[in-house]
Structure formats: structure tokens, C-alpha cells
């Protein structure tokens, strides 16, 4: 039953998340889905730094640079995830570029592409009416427990309304923290992904039961709802890549590779 993993991991814990600092929440995100050459990973994740260092260096308190690597799915697989306003911000040169110099990027992308097997770039939009959204501010999570949901393209409007009504209300009752939701629109197939911050490991062994915060009843009814809208669902594991990555206010400390 699809259904019965997505209701049930949905209810993991995600608690004492540090800062997110100053940007705020994105519209839309540019995500870079990067599948590295296995004998190459480790050139890839040395250039990401020296991206990552530039930006620390300017420190711009609009923009992030997030990247993210697959633990449990294939584990060559990157995401990096940078904010959009509008499409029309894509007409221009990427704000990002002020914080490195012409030759520097062309170097780069000569060098990305020894490292890259297969790169696709999609346009995703935020959802923040599926998913919950902290107390406070937040950082990019340790772990991302993710998340992707290809619904029935006449059940969308179905899936949507049960997710609002039924789902994040028991879910919230269990004391999840964070969940972010988006979905792609440009670049790819337009799956639903909902991703749940996650502390470490440990938090997958206890979750609570969404059928006791809801009834047993009423989880069935919204089980066989999801079941009935969704085609098909992946769950994968991402670990936070801190010294890839730029994000103003967030900590830098030091992630390993797996």
C-alpha cells in the first residue's frame, strides 16, 4: 500500500534544529540533480567547496547555495538547491556569479565536466500550504528523510485536499517540526516531494502512530484516499553537506561524505 509508508514516516520527529539565519522562505527553487562518476566524487565535492567558499566570503543575505547527498538511494546522487523569486529572475546573470569571476566559473564548468555523469536542472515550486513550517528559524536539517510522490494526473486536486484536511493535521499532532514541500513544474516529471528534517539515524526507530493521533477510522479513510491518487513513491535518505554548501547564518561545521 504507497500510502502506508508515506502517513507513517510522515510522523518521525524533527526537533532542535538549529538556526536558519536570515534568508527567507523561497517561491520557487532551481535544483541541480547531480549523479558524480563514482571514481570522481571526491574532485566534485573539493570544487563544490571552493564554490561554497566564495560565497562565505561575500556572505549575501538574499541568496542560498544548499547541497544535499543521498545516504539511503544512490549515494553519487547531489542535489544543490539555490532560491528563485519569478522565472523572470532567470533572465539575467545568476546573482550568484558576483561572488566569483568569469574564468574561475569556465574553469569550473571544464572541471564539472570530468566529474559529472549525468546532470538535469529542474524548476520546483514551494508548497508551504502541504508542508509545516518551524516555530522560529531554522537551519538546512543533518538529514533530509525525502519523499517523492508522482500522483494520478486526474487525482492531484484529490491528493492535495487530503493532504491540507486530513494528513498534516494528525501530523502535526505528533510534533513534527519541519516537513517541506514542492513540487516540479519545468525540467521534469511534476512529482510532489515532501522532505522531513531529521537530527540523526535514531529518529526513524520510534515514530508515532498517525492511526492513534487520528483514530482508526479516519487514518483507513485517508489511507485508501492516497492509496486510490498516488502512482508511485520513492523514499530516500540526504545528508546535509555543510562545507558544500552557503546558507547566511547557518553553522559550517564539518559533514562527512555519508
Same mark, same amino acid.
Given at each position: ?30 535544483? $541541480? ?25 561575500? $556572505? ?24 528563485? %523569486? ?5 533572465? %539575467? ?19 564539472? $565536466? ?45 491528493f492535495t485536499a487530503v493532504v491540507k484536511s486530513d494528513l498534516l493535521p494528525a501530523v502535526k499532532k505528533t510534533d513534527v517540526k519541519l516537513l517541506l514541500a514542492r513540487r516540479t513544474v519545468l525540467g521534469g516529471v511534476a512529482d510532489y516531494y515532501f522532505a522531513e528534517g531529521m537530527e540523526k539515524w535514531a529518529d526513524l526507530d520510534n515514530p508515532p502512530s498517525l492511526a492513534k493521533a487520528m483514530g482508526a477510522d479516519a487514518f483507513k479513510k485517508m489511507e485508501d484516499k492516497l492509496?486510490? $491518487? ?29
Open positions: 500500500m504507497k500510502s502506508t509508508l508515506l502517513v507513517s514516516a510522515f510522523a518521525f520527529i524533527a526537533s532542535a534544529i538549529p538556526s536558519w539565519g536570515q534568508a527567507s522562505a523561497p517561491t520557487m527553487l532551481n535544483v $541541480a540533480h547531480i549523479r558524480v562518476k563514482p571514481d570522481r566524487v571526491q574532485d566534485f565535492m573539493d570544487l563544490e567547496k571552493q564554490i561554497a567558499a566564495g560565497l562565505k566570503k561575500g $556572505a549575501p543575505t538574499d541568496q542560498f547555495r544548499v547541497v544535499y547527498r543521498a545516504t539511503v538511494g544512490n549515494p553519487m546522487d547531489f542535489e544543490v538547491l539555490t532560491r528563485i %523569486g519569478k522565472f523572470g529572475d532567470r533572465d %539575467g546573470e545568476n546573482p550568484l556569479n558576483k561572488y566569483s569571476t568569469e574564468q574561475e566559473r569556465a574553469t569550473r564548468a571544464a572541471r564539472n $565536466a570530468q566529474y559529472e555523469e549525468n546532470v538535469q536542472v529542474t524548476i520546483d515550486r514551494t508548497l508551504p500550504d502541504l508542508g509545516i513550517a518551524p516555530q522560529g528559524p531554522l537551519t538546512p536539517p543533518p538529514y533530509l528523510h525525502m519523499f517523492r510522490i508522482r500522483v494520478r494526473p486526474d487525482r492531484e486536486e484529490e492509496n486510490s $491518487a498516488i502512482a508511485l513513491e520513492e523514499q530516500t535518505i540526504w545528508r546535509y553537506q555543510p562545507d558544500l554548501s552557503y546558507y547566511p547564518g547557518a553553522a559550517g561545521a564539518t559533514t562527512s561524505s555519508r
